[in-house]
């Protein structure tokens, strides 16, 4: 091998190494990005499911403070108007909201049971809403539905007594639309498991 090839051979394997080097350098970088990225994504995930507890936390707060203002009122309102027609279209806490829902079937019961939830009241959709359904169900039962179904729940949105409660509340509360309505039911239900079981007046 002359001098001439010697020097080409020994450029040619200096190039070969500079190369492996940048490829070695390149997978570390790539597998510390990823790290950083899992990390990233993992704190994240713990920030998320924090906020969540802190939601339920919160909803668990407002469903007490609910509670106490009712008690108030019913303090000061010494005889407090009854809802009409209690005693025709709930008969007590269901223990299934299709028992209901198939009682809804009569165009008259329909309307007696819309009366009767638009005479419940409530300060805003959402309070509304929430007393609504102490009436109708128990807690327990209501853990079993979502308002579309999700994660192996039943579909609440497809019951007749859905379509009632937004009626109900939109003939309350004018400005709302139906999504909004829907917004708050499907919110109430996700609670639901959280919430202790209580009869309609608590």
């Known amino acids: 091998m002359t001098h001439g090839e010697e020097e080409g051979?020994?450029?040619?394997?200096?190039?070969?190494?500079?190369l492996e080097e940048r490829k070695r350098l390149l997978l570390r970088t790539t597998d510390d990005t990823k790290r950083t990225m899992e990390e990233h994504?993992?704190?994240m995930t713990r920030r998320m499911e924090a906020m969540e507890r802190r939601m339920e936390a919160?909803?668990?707060?407002?469903e007490g403070m609910e509670k106490k203002s009712e008690t108030l009122e019913a303090a000061v309102v010494s005889n407090p108007p009854q809802p009409p027609l209690q005693e025709d279209v709930l008969l007590g806490l269901c223990s299934t909201v299709e028992e209901l829902d198939r009682s809804l079937a009569?165009?008259?019961?329909?309307?007696q049971m819309k009366r009767f939830l638009e005479s419940l009241g409530g300060a805003n959709p959402g309070a509304a809403i929430r007393r609504i359904l102490r009436q109708v169900a128990t807690n327990n039962v209501l853990a079993q539905y979502s308002l579309r179904g999700r994660r192996a729940k039943k579909p609440f949105q497809n019951l007749t007594l859905c379509k009632i409660i937004t009626e109900a509340c939109m003939q309350n509360f004018p400005g709302k639309k139906v999504a909004d309505i829907e917004e708050c039911i499907g919110h109430a239900l996700k609670f639901a498991?959280?919430?202790r079981s209580a009869g309609p007046q608590d």
């Open 9 to 18: 051979a020994s450029g040619m394997a200096a190039v070969i190494r500079l």
């Open 58 to 62: 919160m909803e668990r707060r407002m």
């Open 41 to 43: 994504m993992g704190r």
């Open 106 to 111: 009569q165009p008259e019961r329909r309307n």
């Open 193 to 195: 498991p959280h919430r």
